[in-house]
């Protein structure tokens, strides 16, 4: 007795791999939907971390901070000053975090933060905006946002 040995058919081949495609086509979008609401929150908690800094600063060294650095740990270790107070991570105050990137700008009676997407459309889909106010402000778009933004809830 022969016995017959039976694969998969081209056929069946391609219909599994269009079955594939479907389920991809529908779950990419869905993922990367939810990666971009994910750094949308992880993005404006960055904001809020900054903001407290900037209180904290202004209440230690009777002015707000110019730019980040001035808010991140000393690069060589040691002790926190008005040029490096050690009160937000390094990795934020390299400006750049999470697809975003942050910059910090003072003023006569205080500071503004602006966060936008580096890459508009794949890191992000809106811009931040933080004064001393401690409000944080949205715009859905790439112009950047301001004070006459949405709150950001």
């Known amino acids: 007795m022969r016995c017959r040995l039976r694969g998969f058919s081209l056929v069946e081949l ?3 791999m ?16 939810a990666h971009l609401n994910t750094v949308k929150t992880i993005v404006a908690r ?11 600063y202004q ?8 730019t980040l650095a001035e808010l991140a740990p000393p690069v060589n270790g ?3 000053g008005p040029n490096a107070a050690h009160l937000i991570p390094a990795s934020l105050a390299s400006g750049e975090k999470n697809g975003y990137v942050f ?13 936008s997407p580096k890459v508009f459309g794949s890191t992000g889909r809106r811009t931040f905006f933080l004064d ?3 409000i944080i402000h949205q715009n859905w778009g790439q112009e950047l946002a301001s004070a006459e933004s949405p709150e950001f809830k």
């Not at 209440?59 to 110019?66: P, T």
């Open 14 to 16: 391609l219909v599994a």
């Open 18 to 33: 269009a079955i594939i495609a479907i389920i991809l086509a529908v779950a990419l979008p869905i993922k990367s939907k």
């Open 46 to 56: 960055e904001m809020h971390t900054i903001g407290q800094a900037q209180t904290q």
């Open 59 to 66: 209440s230690q060294f009777g002015k707000y901070a110019s």
């Open 78 to 80: 040691g002790v926190g």
């Open 103 to 115: 910059v910090l700008t003072a003023n006569a009676g205080g500071y503004t933060v602006v966060a």
């Open 132 to 134: 001393q106010d401690g």
